[in-house]
């Protein structure tokens, strides 16, 4: 193969590309930001290079070196690295997950595209916490979705030297990357990727997290992610458009964001560089222990921020709903507060709500929390329980993980429930009392009246839409109304907080949360727990 070596004379791509050095744009379609960089390298815009044919020469002979010592991780695969996204009394939480899979991502970002696309290399680096061999990893592929109305379509899976077979299940939402060997109980494996992945245009389907409308680009799930392995194997279940859709363990993200200069980038996690880009800006974000990692760009967006303690809290809106964005900068101010004395403190330096064009009232993911534009303009008590509602979530889903789709109630229905510690905090007990029974108690109270009571611990597929929300968001938050009456609130608070630090950045079960509550209240639960969430009129 020829090679590239710096001369006098203009710069020559074309030889570069005809020698092989660089590929042919026609034969990748796009140049990912990594291989920009190498290709401006080799073409060196600040020198003149000239592209020229080296003769082959010999090698020298090869001499014996000493045993080097085993390079160390790069710093993305370093636990420690992450500490900056965290408060300092929780800097050493990143070191609780044994095993932990990091990712890296590189994104170059083209918002004016027709669609709009996003264009990665990544990197996973996947430790095999079971106690068996996979011959497989599973990635779970969300932009494929049918209700998603986009798509991920991979250029290179390799996993060391060698490009790996894919085998897709559900609808194209997971993929099967076969590993070249065995990988045995506690070895790791770094599976690169690169990709493309198309985002929909004002798509009305399901909830609109992953869509381009109104000038905000919505980056909902859009990266493979590592699926869970369970003592019955992978799990891929699939929500439908109307239920949450990700399971995962907790995970380190170092994500590189590149977009066009004027444009704003909020994510899970912290930002913690910034650098220009030729005419982009490449922002580097870093997470701690996260289950997800989200990405909102905007080129509209206003923001305002405050402290909250340590925790810098950030609202992002568009310049006609400021108002609306800064009643709800306070209303997860005093979100916060009231959770964190209620339930334990939140361990990430930042927290940001972004108003965004879903369909949904919110939705949640760690760190960050999108809240829908209809609520900025007109504001109300709905849009703040739905602000203390989305902000609860850091607890029940982002810190504390939890099957979503099969188990929805386990995270929904404590999660509505929390919501009164917030007006409690915030008013007193008589305005907490009546937003649980007018948005919680009595949606469900309706439904139980027409004989359309259901049980409450089933999987998102198994209620239609409308059965949904007044069971697991009802009649699910009632079954911890009543446990508070029935403990007290100063027990019950206690079973919260032993609740969240047993399972923090873990993944919990029912199981779990009555296990604690019993050991906690020292009481028998069983019956209050049957009648609420196993039975049905």
């Known amino acids: 193969m020829s090679s590239c070596r710096l001369a006098t004379g203009p710069v020559q791509l ?15 379609g796009w140049y990912p930001p990594k291989r920009l960089l190498l290709f401006a390298c080799i073409a060196a815009l600040t020198l003149s290079v000239g592209c020229q044919a080296l003769p082959p020469s010999v090698p020298p002979e090869p001499t014996p070196t000493p045993t080097a010592t085993p390079a160390p991780p790069p710093v993305w695969q370093d636990p420690n690295t992450y500490r900056e996204a965290m408060l300092a009394t929780a800097a050493n939480d990143v070191t609780r997950i044994e095993g932990p899979t990091f990712y890296h991502i590189d994104a170059y970002v083209d918002i004016a595209g027709q669609p709009p696309r996003v264009y990665a290399i990544q990197d996973t680096h996947y430790t095999n916490n079971t106690n068996l061999s996979l011959d497989v990893i599973y990635f779970r592929l969300f932009p494929n979705k049918p209700s998603y109305g986009s798509a991920l379509t991979f250029e290179e899976v390799t996993v060391g030297e060698g490009e790996v077979g894919l085998a897709y299940q559900v609808e194209g939402t ?7 060997g065995p990988l045995p109980p506690g070895q790791s494996v770094d599976v690169h990727m690169m990709y493309d992945v198309t985002v929909p245009v004002s798509n009305t389907r399901g909830y609109g997290t992953f869509n381009y409308q109104d000038g905000v680009l919505l980056l909902s799930n859009f990266f493979p992610m590592v699926a869970v392995h369970e003592e019955a194997g992978w799990n891929l279940s699939l929500a439908p458009d109307y239920g949450d859709p990700v399971y995962a363990e907790s995970a380190f993200f170092t994500v590189e964001i590149t977009v066009p200069r004027e444009a704003s980038v909020v994510t899970s996690g912290s930002t913690t560089a910034k650098r220009d880009n030729g005419g982009m800006t490449t922002w580097t974000c870093l997470s701690g222990p996260m289950r997800d990692f989200m990405v909102v760009i905007s080129e509209r967006f206003e923001s305002s921020s405050l402290p909250v303690g340590h925790i810098r809290l950030n609202s992002y809106y568009l310049p006609e709903h400021k108002r609306g964005g800064e009643e709800v900068l306070a209303y997860a101010r005093d979100c916060l507060r009231a959770y964190q004395q209620s339930f334990g403190p939140y361990p990430f330096a930042e927290f940001d709500v972004v108003e ?16 829908g534009e209809q609520y900025y303009e007109h504001g109300g008590e709905w849009f703040e329980f739905i602000a203390a509602h989305e ?11 939890s099957d979503q789709v099969n188990v929805p109630w386990l995270d929904e229905s404590l999660t509505n429930f929390s919501v009164v510690y917030y007006y409690e905090y915030t008013y007193e007990r008589a305005r907490a009392d009546l937003a649980f029974q007018t948005f919680v108690a009595r949606p469900y109270q309706r439904f139980r009246a027409e004989g ?3 049980v409450v611990c089933q999987p998102v597929e198994a209620f239609y839409p ?6 697991v968001y009802g009649k699910g938050a009632m079954f911890f109304y ?4 029935e403990l007290g609130d100063e027990l019950f608070l206690d079973v919260l907080r032993v609740y969240y630090q047993d399972r923090k950045y873990k993944l919990a079960t029912p199981d779990d949360l009555l296990r604690v509550a019993e050991e906690v209240s020292g009481q028998e639960l069983d019956d209050l727990y049957t009648e609420w969430i196993l039975e049905a009129d």
């Open 466 to 471: 409308d059965e949904y929300g007044a069971i």
């Open 14 to 28: 074309r030889e570069c590309v005809e020698a092989g050095i660089i590929p042919a744009m026609s034969t990748i």
């Open 174 to 180: 997971a993929v099967a990357v076969v590993l070249p």
């Open 391 to 401: 902000v609860a979530h850091q607890w029940w889903y982002s810190v504390i993980g």
């Open 482 to 485: 009543e446990l508070r009456e």
């Open 356 to 371: 965004a064009p879903i369909f949904a009232g919110g939705m949640e993911y760690p760190g960050l929390v999108m809240i």
């Open 452 to 454: 359309r009571d259901a």
